[in-house]
């Protein structure tokens, strides 16, 4: 029983050190590169933002520039353009 315990703490040791080994030529090869800044939370930048519109037919919200606009109304399809506005 001491025998393979002895083997057990040692396989472990080995692949911490093995860990360790490896981070530490992960950050040396990343020294010369910036490091990886962390994805913002929140709403993306105003100037990417795109108004919302509403297809007068099923009322489904897209991008303006993805609408399609026909005699002063939007729709969000020709066919619900050709359909025009549900009752």
Known sequence: ???VLFWVVLIIGALMLARIV???N??????GRQPK????RGAPPVE???PMVR???C??????S??????????????HAKLGVRK
């Open 37 to 40: 800044q962390a994805p913002r």
């Open 66 to 79: 993805e609408a399609v606009l026909s005699n002063g109304h939007i729709w969000c399809s020709t066919e």
């Open 1 to 3: 029983m001491g025998k």
């Open 59 to 64: 009322g489904i919200h897209m991008p303006r």
């Open 48 to 50: 990417h933002a795109e």
């Open 26 to 31: 992960e950050r040396g090869q990343a020294g």
């Open 55 to 57: 297809c007068e037919h």
């Open 22 to 24: 490896a981070r530490q």
